[in-house]
């Protein structure tokens, strides 16, 4: 009897034993979580700040204002998918040279310098390629859109005392906007995002330097140079 009662043991705990592994294995693998790059951007709206340096062109006439630190706001609100529109407010104080054809129209005199307060308003699409996800925190993106640009400064004295045919306006103009760059989820709500950024406006040429003789240098009827920039913001998404 304690012979055969010692096999019996011996069967229970060789069985035990075989099926341990197999009973513990599936709650293990249960546990096991997979962490994906990719999470989904919560909220529509996103307001925020930011700062771009532009380098400046003044245009072929060099009568377009010069380089300086561009401020702005900025609110977006997504569309679904990988689609969110974009309006945005800037300002860039900056200056401007001040030029005129002479009496005689023969040559350009060079009058001084001019501050300039360049304002703009704009609308955008931004196309986010990652969709409403990011990817290791971060979310690239391509923008486009247009809106409205000018000098919000006055004119000085020199300036004044030109004909109305030789004195430079900037603005009120259209403007082109296009760019890229990625945004950075700092954490859920806090985004951190850097811009490159290429703004289009149009540069007028009086009606008094049409009548320049070819002596005096190229002279274009009017332009749209490109003025990039580089730019990082903050925004809160909501």
């Not at 304690?2 to 019996?8: A, L, M, P, V």
């Not at 360049?118 to 969709?131: A, I, K, P, S, W």
């Amino acid at each position: 009897m304690i012979r055969c009662t010692f096999r019996g043991a011996c069967l229970v705990t060789t069985t035990f034993a075989l099926l341990l592994p197999a009973v513990s294995m599936p709650a293990e693998a249960g546990a096991q979580t997979i962490t994906s790059p990719y999470e989904f951007i919560e909220g529509r709206h996103e307001a925020g700040v930011f700062l771009i340096h532009v380098p400046g062109n003044r245009g072929t006439m060099e009568l377009g204002p010069g380089d300086g630190l561009l401020t702005g706001a900025r609110y977006a609100l997504d569309l679904g998918g990988p689609f969110a529109l974009e309006f945005t407010g800037f300002v860039q104080p900056t200056d401007r040279r001040v030029r005129a054809p002479d009496a005689a129209g023969q040559e350009i005199l060079e009058l001084g310098t001019a501050s300039a307060l360049v304002g703009g308003l704009d609308g955008r699409v931004r196309f986010t390629l990652t969709g409403p996800r990011t990817w290791h925190n971060l979310a690239p993106f391509v923008v486009a859109g247009g809106g409205v640009v000018g000098n919000l400064s006055g004119r000085i004295e020199e300036e004044e005392e030109l004909p109305t045919e030789a004195r430079f306006t900037f603005g009120p103009s259209f403007m082109g906007v296009l760019g890229v760059g990625t945004r950075y989820f700092l954490t859920e709500q806090l985004v951190l995002r850097l811009d490159a950024t290429a703004h289009f406006w149009k540069l007028g040429t009086p009606q008094a330097y049409l009548n320049l003789p070819e002596e005096a240098g190229p002279v274009v009827q009017q332009e749209w140079p490109a003025v990039g920039g580089f730019g990082v913001g903050l925004s809160w998404r909501f």
